[in-house]
């Protein structure tokens, strides 16, 4: 029979077994499925980068977007107005994209430094009003000059 004391150590130990594969699993998959986030300057400056995905985001630059004759792809430039990258898309635009808007795009940087985005999110004001509330604020600004 076994001491109180050994079972306790025992068991101990069993769970910090399971509790340390359980946290390197974590670890592994949030390592495998973590997305950076850089901007054009950051990316010029890193020597190494993720071969994984990463996001890169900064300002479309105005009249750079081109598009495909062949459908939805085409190509725009990114800027955070230090360095400027060449990004590819292949898939459709959100709405709120158009030149001179913040945009992050998610894909990979090829060994050209030109980024292949597989999907592009658009930035929008954070100051989100709805129609009726812009009306009623417009009204009541009206009522005040009166």
Same mark, same amino acid.
């Given at each position: 029979?076994? $001491? @109180?004391?050994?079972?306790?150590?025992?068991?101990?130990?069993?769970?910090?077994?399971?509790?340390?594969?359980? #946290? $390197?699993?974590? =670890?592994?998959?949030?390592?495998?499925?973590?997305?950076?986030?850089?901007?054009?300057?950051?990316? $010029?400056?890193?020597? !190494?980068?993720? =071969?994984?995905?990463?996001? =890169?985001?900064?300002?479309?630059?105005?009249?750079?977007?081109?598009? !495909? #004759?062949?459908?939805?792809?085409?190509?725009?430039?990114?800027?955070?107005?230090?360095?400027?990258?060449?990004?590819?898309?292949?898939? %459709?635009? %959100?709405?709120?994209?158009?030149?001179?808007?913040?945009?992050?795009?998610?894909?990979?940087?090829? *060994?050209?430094?030109?980024?292949?985005?597989?999907?592009?999110?658009? @930035?929008?004001?954070?100051?989100?009003? %709805?129609?009726? !509330? $812009?009306?009623?604020?417009?009204?009541? #600004?009206?009522? =005040? *000059?009166?």
């Amino acid at each position: 029979m076994i $001491s @109180k004391k050994k079972q306790r150590l025992y068991y101990i130990a069993f769970f910090l077994i399971i509790f340390g594969a359980g #946290l $390197s699993a974590v =670890l592994y998959n949030l390592r495998t499925h973590l997305i950076f986030f850089y901007t054009p300057e950051e990316v $010029s400056q890193q020597t !190494s980068l993720p =071969l994984n995905k990463i996001r =890169l985001g900064g300002v479309v630059k105005e009249k750079s977007v081109k598009y !495909s #004759l062949k459908g939805l792809s085409g190509e725009f430039i990114l800027t955070d107005f230090k360095k400027d990258i060449l990004v590819f898309f292949d898939s %459709p635009l %959100p709405d709120l994209f158009r030149e001179g808007q913040g945009v992050v795009a998610e894909g990979i940087l090829d *060994k050209k430094n030109v980024f292949k985005a597989t999907r592009i999110l658009a @930035k929008h004001d954070e100051n989100y009003r %709805p129609p009726q !509330s $812009s009306r009623e604020v417009e009204a009541s #600004l009206k009522t =005040l *000059k009166e």
